[in-house]
Every structure is written in structure tokens, then in C-alpha cells.
């Protein structure tokens, strides 16, 4: 950064202080939590000859473990985009009203995850239902490895309920898909032929994105050209993981329509990864936003499989 003409080039200067920011605050945490653990040892004797103590020792604990917790979690970001911001869709699919419902569900549980997380959150489009909740949704997550934390929710949620829309109040079972795009700047690796577009797709991929919360239809054409950028940039990055899946020999299912989590109401509550085989039996606390536990046993059988 105190190079001679390092701030000639605007973009890469803000992109390079933005990652010695993320650098420092990671050494900081590093080095507060080493200091905290060298104190824990002294705190403890104290306590055995100090009841009184005890309380100090175990908030000081639970303050190291959640520390730590956070920077393992942070070591799991190695892909290219994983630093950055994410565009998040959501899309009803099997169920009819049911399914609109539910992805409206969805939607609110991932945003309130993102707002728990610390992340701006923008929702950039919505397109409701006919009778209740959302056909799709879209929003922007903004802050530090936002994209490498969505990617964990990319895949069918599906959920078992008795029907709030049944007169015979049956139990329906429903799914809502979720896709997870990085944001990043103008790039020449991909290149949109402006021939290639109408109104409501991206004829060579059959993409469809649309931007409805700007003032003028100029800056709603500019967004959504960015999130057809972004979700043209998943969709190449997919490609590659695919092909060096098929050259090691792996089978990866990396389908849009691939089941990830089950969300059951009725006739018990629990909720279900399936890939990670991670539960957890309040449902509701899940549905508010509390996905952590979800996320983070997904990173860490990721990181595992990669190694």
C-alpha cells in the first residue's frame, strides 16, 4: 500500500485495503484470544483457592470457545468469490400457494440469518404469489464472506406441514429452491452480447433476472445486468467443480433440484440437513434466522471432503 503509484489505480487500491482490513481484524482476534487463553490458566488456579472466582473463569470460557469458533469458521473461506458479497434467490417450487408460502418463509429466514450475521441486506426484487407469500425473491448480502457463507444454503428446502391453505387442514409437503451468485466487479471473464438479451431473458443461458426497487429504468437495467453478470459467473464456476469432480473420479451432485434440508412440523418438529445429518428440534428458532449450526457443520464436512 505505500507503494509509489499504488493509488493511481482507484479499484485495486480499495480492493486491497479492503482485504488488509479483513487481515488486520483477523490478527487482532488472533492475538486477543491468544493473551485470553495465556490468562485463563492463572484465572483458574486463583479460582481454586477463590470461590468467588469461578463465575469469571467460566464467562471467560465461553468467551474463548465462541472466539475460536468464529476464526476456524473463517479459514474455511478458500474459494475464489467466498470473501465477497452474495445475490440470493429464492424460488417457489412444488405446492402451488403452499410453496409460495414457503419460500416467503425462506426468504425471511435467510435475511434475518444475514442481519444476525451483521450483513447490509437489500432486497432487490419480489415477485408475490397469487393468494399468499412470494413466486421468487432476490436480495444482496453485503460483508465479509457473505458468498462463502450462502453457499451453504444453495439447494431445495423442503418442508412438511399441515396446510394453512387446506380446508381439510391435510398435511402438503413443499419446496423452495435457493441459488447463491457472487458480486463482483465488471470482469472480462464473462461477456454479455447485448444481441443475446430481451426483456425478461438471457437467451443462450435462459436466465431470467429483473431489478424493481431503483427510481429509473436506467439504474434498474444497470442492477440487473450486474446480477446476470454475477449468476452467469456461478454458473461457469459450477461448470469447473463439476469437471474436476468428473476427473477425480467423484460423484457430485451439484443439481439445482438436490434436496439439502427438511423442515418438519407436522407430525413432530425437527429440522434436518442431509447432507451433514445436523438437527436441531426447535423449528421455529431455525425459521427466525438461526442457521449457524447448520452452516457451519456444512463448511467443515466440505473442508473435509476437499482434503
Known amino acids: 500500500m505505500g507503494a509509489e503509484g499504488f493509488w493511481d489505480d482507484s479499484d485495486r487500491a480499495a480492493s486491497v485495503s479492503a482485504e488488509h482490513a479483513r487481515a488486520n481484524r483477523r490478527l487482532e482476534m488472533f492475538t486477543a484470544l491468544k493473551a485470553d487463553v495465556g490468562d485463563l490458566d492463572g484465572l483458574a488456579q486463583m479460582a481454586e483457592e477463590d470461590a468467588t472466582l469461578q463465575g469469571e473463569v467460566d464467562e471467560q470460557i465461553v468467551s474463548v470457545e465462541q472466539r475460536l469458533a468464529t476464526l476456524e469458521e473463517q479459514r474455511l473461506f478458500s474459494g475464489r468469490y467466498d470473501a465477497g458479497d452474495a445475490l440470493v434467490s429464492v424460488n417457489a417450487g412444488a405446492g402451488g400457494t403452499d410453496a409460495q408460502d414457503w419460500a416467503e418463509m425462506v426468504l425471511r429466514m435467510l435475511m434475518r440469518w444475514a442481519e444476525r450475521r451483521g450483513f447490509e441486506v437489500e432486497l432487490l426484487e419480489a415477485s408475490e404469489g397469487e393468494e399468499a407469500g412470494i413466486k421468487s425473491a432476490t436480495f444482496r448480502a453485503s460483508g ?164
Open 144 to 307: 465479509e464472506n457473505a458468498y462463502g457463507l450462502f453457499g451453504a444454503e444453495r439447494g431445495v428446502h423442503r418442508l412438511v406441514r399441515l396446510s394453512p391453505f387446506d380446508s381439510a387442514h391435510r398435511r402438503q409437503t413443499s419446496f423452495a429452491g435457493v441459488e447463491v451468485a457472487p458480486v463482483v466487479k465488471d470482469t472480462g471473464e464473462i461477456e454479455i452480447n447485448e444481441d443475446d438479451l430481451q426483456v425478461d431473458t438471457h437467451r443462450p443461458s435462459g436466465i431470467v433476472v429483473q431489478c424493481q426497487n431503483e427510481r429509473s429504468q436506467s439504474s434498474n437495467r444497470a442492477t440487473a445486468m450486474a446480477m446476470l453478470r454475477a449468476k452467469l459467473l456461478e454458473r461457469k464456476e459450477r461448470e469447473r467443480q463439476e469437471e474436476i469432480a468428473r476427473e477425480k473420479g467423484e460423484a457430485q451432485d451439484v443439481n439445482f433440484g438436490s434436496q439439502i434440508r427438511s423442515y418438519v412440523l407436522h407430525p413432530y418438529t425437527m429440522v434436518k440437513d442431509h447432507r451433514t445429518g445436523h438437527e436441531m428440534g426447535d423449528v421455529q428458532r431455525v425459521l427466525d434466522g438461526d442457521l449457524d449450526g447448520f452452516v457451519r457443520a456444512f463448511l467443515l464436512s466440505s473442508a473435509s471432503s476437499e482434503r
